[in-house]
């Protein structure tokens, strides 16, 4: 069964450092996200991704975060200057296609700012 | 503010009950209605789907019904197991850009 791959599984990292997140998504996906989950809240949309380009993003993806797809495999995250309040699960999401019926998620990284 | 409301916070039930968990929503322009269970430490898993042109869907155990006017849509779990104890978040979509809103998340115990 096909499934999205996230690394690392968890990551900790000091207030102010930057952090990268990878996914790699189901291969013959074409829109890509990214979500967040604070602990024991609900799962937050941040950013989608189409053609190489952001094609929406939430009020929480400010200039602090950056997402990519350098290879044409890995879509990644960057958190340039981490906060304390970036503390969540991050999960990666791919869909085959906008009509297609199910969002594949990612089994989640999660990051502790200290 | 809340784009769908999802009740209760967290539910009990007893091995072979059922288990209803509700949504409501104000914009109509969704046209993608899912329910995800979600396992601590895990990611959140698509267990069923529905869309509006249809008022009830059924797969084994899991039924979603949906009623378009009232703006309402719920999971009901039949003969609910101890392994379906999880968090259950229902969402919308759309064909836009393929977002999920995810409600607040019901935390399911089936007790044996």
């Known amino acids: 069964e096909p499934e999205v791959t996230q690394t690392p599984s968890h990551q900790v990292t000091q207030m102010g450092q930057e952090v990268i997140l990878r996914c790699v998504p189901i291969?013959?996906?074409?829109?890509f996200y990214w979500y967040r989950q604070i602990l024991g809240q609900k799962v937050e949309f941040l950013v989608s991704f189409y053609n190489n380009e952001i094609s929406e993003k939430s009020e929480i993806f400010d200039d602090q975060f950056s997402v990519e797809r350098p290879d044409g495999s890995n879509f990644t995250l960057k958190i340039r200057s981490t906060k304390l309040e970036d503390s969540a699960m991050y999960f990666c999401a791919s869909w085959r296609q906008r009509s297609n019926t199910e969002a594949f998620f990612g089994q989640g990284t999660r990051l502790t700012v200290v | 503010q809340q784009q769908v409301k999802q009740s209760p916070q967290s539910l009990i039930v007893q091995k072979g009950g059922i288990s209803i968990i509700n949504c409501a929503y104000e914009?109509?322009?969704?046209?993608?209605f899912p329910w995800y269970q979600q396992f601590p430490g895990k990611g959140p898993a698509l267990l069923i789907a529905?869309?509006?042109?249809?008022s009830e869907k059924k797969e084994g155990r899991f039924t979603i019904s949906f009623n378009k006017s009232a703006k309402q849509f719920s999971l009901h779990i039949m003969d609910s197991q101890p392994g379906d104890s999880a968090t259950y978040f229902c969402?919308?979509?759309?064909?836009?850009?393929?977002?999920?809103?995810f409600g607040q998340g019901t935390e399911l115990s089936v007790k044996p």
């Open positions: 529905i869309r509006p042109d249809v």
């Open positions: 969402a919308l979509g759309d064909n836009q850009g393929g977002k999920l809103i």
């Open positions: 914009n109509t322009a969704f046209d993608y």
């Open positions: 291969s013959n996906h074409l829109y």
